[in-house]
């Protein structure tokens, strides 16, 4: 997304940008010296996957918040080049084992972070980060999201997986993030980490896309802006409406989502309802529990996390808007095609 054409209060920190930039470029060594016994990961992931606006961040935060993960924090996302060296330096920040007198830790709040985002942002040093800058690290640019398996045979697989285990192996944890960078590439994601295991939110289809479009007049003021992931139909969908356009994303990312989790066993996979998971989160733990044991990793099956959210359900559209979207569902849900 341009830069120039975000509102004020998302645009870019040039001179944050300009600094992490030196950074990471500093730590790029980091990664030529990786210990040579560290090939892939030898714990699971999980992947929250599903298309934009949908809850991938509430739930996100949830799988962050159990204790049972690493994840990409709002402070490991300044060093994309070497996430394990920054957590490493999260570690001796934020862990009271690793502090002498309360020198470090003593700043840090002593209630956990709120269930709180704005457009998938969140505040707070260990709060969960998309950390999409390490992915564009190998994935190559391109006017979609759906890389070809041309491109997909041209990634680092083998130097991602070594940067995966060395980020593991500093907490020795499964990882956890978000995944919808690779929403149309997921058997290929499934292949390179076969222990991984992928949460794909769905919601009222409606509630997205209106979601969407809020998305859209906060961070550019302007509907006609597209926001966030392009599906390969982004080239057909681009100079429509923004009802249709969105009716658009909304309906091939899922669709796009639904295929590719359907090349994967059960056990790898989880579908969650949007209203569902905000009424009983703790049902979603329990399959967790069991995919997390099917790939030999159990884990504590009580559930102490929050017993529901607050779901967002509520129709903040004009009725002309709200008809707009619904005749445009209408028409790309019965035909699959724009």
Excluded at 56 to 70: D, E, K, P, R
Excluded at 164 to 180: F, H, I, S, Y
Excluded at 286 to 309: E, I, K, M, W
Aim: aromatic share 10%.
């Amino acid at each position: 997304m341009h830069n120039h054409l975000r509102q004020p209060d998302h645009k870019r920190n040039q001179a944050l940008e300009t600094l992490l930039a030196e950074l990471n470029r500093d730590l790029c060594r980091a990664a030529e010296c990786l210990p040579a016994e560290i090939e892939r990961p030898r714990l699971p992931q999980v992947f929250v996957v599903g298309c934009p606006r949908s809850g991938t961040t509430l739930v996100y935060q949830w799988l962050a918040a159990t204790g049972l993960f690493t994840y990409p924090t709002n402070f490991v996302a300044r060093f994309p080049a070497a996430p394990w060296v920054g957590e490493r330096i999260l570690l001796l920040l934020s862990d009271p084992a690793y502090d002498f007198n309360r020198e470090l830790t003593d700043h840090l709040p002593a209630t956990p972070p709120s269930f709180t985002s704005r457009l998938g942002k969140t505040r707070g040093l260990t709060a969960p980060h998309e950390f999409w800058y390490w992915w564009r690290r190998f994935l190559p640019e391109r006017e979609t999201h759906a890389l070809s398996p041309g491109d997909l045979a041209g990634l680092d697989g083998p130097t991602m997986l070594r940067e995966l285990a060395a980020w593991e192996a500093v907490r020795n944890q499964p990882l956890t993030m978000k995944g919808l960078i690779l929403n149309w590439n997921l058997p290929w994601l499934a292949e390179m980490l076969p222990d991984a295991i992928f949460i794909h939110i769905r919601r009222d289809p409606y509630l997205t896309m209106q979601s969407l479009l809020d998305a859209r007049r906060d961070f550019f003021r302007d509907m006609r802006e597209w926001y966030s992931f392009r599906p390969p139909q982004y080239p057909d969908l681009k100079d429509l409406d923004p009802a249709m356009q969105v009716a658009g994303q909304v309906w091939h990312t899922d669709q796009a989502v639904a295929a590719g989790l359907a090349q994967l066993p059960n056990r790898r996979k989880i579908e969650v309802d949007y209203e569902e998971f905000c009424r009983r989160p703790g049902g979603v733990y329990t399959r967790l529990v069991q995919c997390l044991a099917a790939v030999n990793h159990p884990v504590d099956p009580l559930y102490t996390g929050p017993a529901s959210f607050p779901a967002r359900c509520d129709v903040r559209l004009s009725p002309t808007e709200k008809a707009a979207l619904d005749s445009a569902w209408d028409t790309v849900s019965a035909s699959g095609v724009i």
